[in-house]
């Protein structure tokens, strides 16, 4: 069974509009990371945030993590075509070795 | 600086045949996991292997079985192949310090396995 749930499990959105994917979990984790992955092709990482950050930045990306909700949001500022892919956040649970627990994605569909 | 690698591209077998995966992991990593993603689904843990031991598993049967090379690279083997093991199969390869870090992990194009 997948741990995380991504919310929404589809997202169509204007080329410059903000996106914004939400991910949910039910154990504790070392860390939760957000991956992209382009029609069903390899994941590419995207960020890792690890269970004592709040928040993290990357280029146009934007990760917050509240452990207290067990919940992580990655938000896409001014999305461009080549964003559309399916986004997955994977969280390693704590006491493990690093093994990644994914969610069924959220589709990301940006149009110019 | 080659990324994870992993061969074959595609694959076609019917049922009941034995088929065998290939993972080269990013240079300076250490340790391999390998990940089953059926259609349309988030991507399954099958089992990582650090020191040329599996050290972790998911919740796959005993027909899933892998091997760690002494250069880190891996071998997933699937016998007595079944329909529902048609699948995207991917390796993720991470570690490089004492294995036990967690850190990112850098996953393979993937091998695209159809059993007929």
């Known amino acids: 069974s997948q741990q995380g749930e991504e919310d929404p499990q589809a997202l169509s959105i204007q080329e410059g509009e903000n996106a914004t994917m939400n991910c949910s979990y039910k154990?504790?984790?070392?860390?939760l990371q957000w991956y992209r992955q382009n029609s069903g092709r390899g994941l590419v990482h995207l960020i890792l945030?690890?269970?004592?950050?709040r928040e993290k930045h990357s280029g146009r990306l934007r990760v917050t993590l509240d452990t207290s909700k067990k919940s992580s949001s990655l938000l896409i500022t001014a999305s461009r075509a080549a964003d559309t892919a399916s986004y997955f956040c994977?969280?390693?649970?704590?006491?493990?070795?690093?093994?990644?627990?994914f969610g069924a994605g959220t589709r990301l569909a940006v149009h110019p | 600086d080659a990324g994870v690698t992993q061969s074959p591209t595609h694959l076609i077998k019917t049922r009941g045949q034995q088929v065998t995966l290939r993972c080269s992991p990013k240079?300076?990593?250490?340790?391999v996991s390998w990940y089953q993603q059926a259609l349309g689904q988030g991507p399954q843990f099958i089992f990582q292997?650090?020191?040329?031991?599996?050290?972790q598993r998911g919740n796959f049967p005993d027909r899933f079985s892998g091997h760690q090379f002494p250069n880190y690279s891996s071998e997933l083997n699937v016998n007595a192949l079944l329909l529902g093991d048609s699948a995207l199969y991917l390796c993720?390869?991470?570690?490089?310090?004492?294995?036990?870090?967690?850190?990112?992990?850098?996953f393979g194009p993937g091998t695209r396995l159809t059993v007929l």
């Open positions: 993720a390869s991470s570690g490089g310090t004492s294995g036990r870090a967690y850190n990112e992990q850098f």
């Open positions: 154990t504790s984790i070392n860390n």
């Open positions: 945030i690890r269970s004592n950050e």
């Open positions: 994977a969280t390693a649970p704590s006491g493990g070795y690093n093994k990644l627990i």
């Open positions: 240079s300076g990593h250490d340790t």
């Open positions: 292997y650090y020191e040329e031991e599996e050290r």
